[in-house]
Antibody
Framework: QVQLVQSGADVKKPGASVKVSCKAS????????ITWVRQAPGQGLEWMGWISAYNGNTNYAQKLQGRVTMTTDTSTSTAYMELRSLRSDDTAVYYC????????????WGQGTLVTVSS | DIVMTQSPDSLAVSLGERATINCKSSQSVLYSSDNKSYLAWYQQKPGQPPKLLIY???TRESGVPDRFSGSGSGTDFTLTISSLQAEDVAVYYC?????????FGQGTKVEIK
């Protein structure tokens, strides 16, 4: 069965960086993309960007351009999302989700990773 | 960006009664070449990730109970729970995947009356 398993919760100071991992299993990793979505406490869902696991092409949300980098390691079927220059309003649960690529819904989601930014 | 607006923000429904959630997009998400509306619905329970319920506006994801149905086309969509069960208490989100960036509605919280 398809599973996306994310890394554990993290606490960072303002200005630091965080890297969240998302390990996929149960399907051929390179035939799908991975989307990252975040959810601030008590808030809605915000799309952060997408990466193709086939060729590494990326598409980032405009507001995060320059602060976010998404990568994949096809040898371990793992996707990564790094966010730099963290601010308090980056405190959120970060989700990875499987994405068919090119206008498709997100059919499987990771369990989420809480990132807390606090001095 | 396409703005997705859900109504109401919350609703309380008695067990066994119908729950209806509306979603309106700021521009059409109907792709003329395939006549499909690029609209999905998700259910999110506390402490859990979103779960895909409906895609292409009305196609139920495998394993989703048939009391959940989606309808609409273009800019106006509806998610209906025909007979509310206790396990349906959750926040529901609509999502357009017609254009980048994909966007979500603000969510509708469904509770038991």
């Amino acid at each position: 069965q398809v599973q996306l398993v994310q890394s554990g919760a993290d606490v960072k100071k303002p200005g630091a960086s965080v890297k969240v991992s998302c390990k996929a299993s149960g399907y051929t990793f390179t035939t799908y993309g991975i989307t990252w979505v975040r959810q601030a406490p008590g808030q809605g869902l915000e799309w952060m960007g997408w990466i193709s696991a086939y060729n590494g092409n990326t598409n980032y949300a405009q507001k995060l351009q320059g602060r976010v980098t998404m990568t994949t390691d096809t040898s371990t079927s793992t996707a990564y999302m790094e966010l730099r220059s963290l601010r308090s309003d980056d405190t959120a649960v970060y989700y990875c989700a499987r994405d068919g690529g090119g206008n498709t819904p997100f059919d499987y989601w990771g369990q989420g990773t809480l990132v807390t930014v606090s001095s | 960006d396409i703005v997705m607006t859900q109504s109401p923000d919350s609703l309380a429904v008695s067990l066994g009664e119908r729950a209806t959630i509306n979603c309106k997009s700021s521009q059409s998400v109907l792709y003329s070449s395939d006549n499909k509306s690029y609209l999905a619905w998700y259910q999110q329970k506390p402490g859990q990730p979103p779960k895909l319920l409906i895609y292409w506006a009305s196609t139920r994801e495998s394993g989703v109970p048939d009391r959940f149905s989606g309808s609409g086309s273009g800019t106006d969509f509806t998610l209906t729970i025909s007979s509310l069960q206790a396990e349906d208490v959750a926040v529901y989100y609509c999502h357009q995947y017609y254009s980048t960036p994909p966007t979500f509605g603000q969510g509708t919280k469904v509770e038991i009356k």
